[in-house]
């Protein structure tokens, strides 16, 4: 059974970072791609940020490019979302989902483990 538990999530000021962990249980870790989505209220859930298996490919959709960075510790079986620069546009919850493959990949439904998410909201 994985699990996905995500933390770092919280109210900040536009123009501040915030970094979000993703903690995945399992020994499995490190043969899968990972991946941040998120969902603004009324919005559909989008694809933000993925990474494979080995942390040598990474994606990003094109509004976050140059502002997030994705990365992984195969060691600690963790992923995290590093956020610069925010926007109150980035406010959604956002969940770390594990794929199904150990190619980067930014689909949705290649993913086949999800978290709860964690709350981001960005002031102006």
């Known amino acids: 059974q994985v699990q996905l538990v995500e933390s770092g999530g919280g109210l900040v000021q536009a123009g501040g970072s915030l970094t979000l962990s993703c903690a995945a249980s399992g020994r499995t870790f490190s043969r899968y791609a990972m991946g941040w989505f998120r969902q603004a209220p009324g919005k559909e859930r989008e694809f933000v940020a993925g990474?494979?298996?080995?942390?040598?490919?990474?994606s990003y959709a094109d509004s976050v490019k140059y502002r997030f960075t994705i990365s992984r510790d195969n060691v600690k079986n963790t992923a995290s979302l590093q956020m610069n620069s925010l926007k109150p546009e980035d406010t959604a919850v956002y969940y770390c989902?594990?794929?199904?493959?150990?190619?980067?990949?930014?689909?949705?439904?290649?993913?086949?483990?999800w978290g709860q998410g964690t709350q981001v909201t960005v002031s102006s």
């Open positions: 990474i494979s298996w080995s942390g040598d490919s990474t």
């Open positions: 989902a594990r794929a199904a493959g150990w190619g980067n990949t930014r689909a949705q439904w290649e993913f086949d483990h």
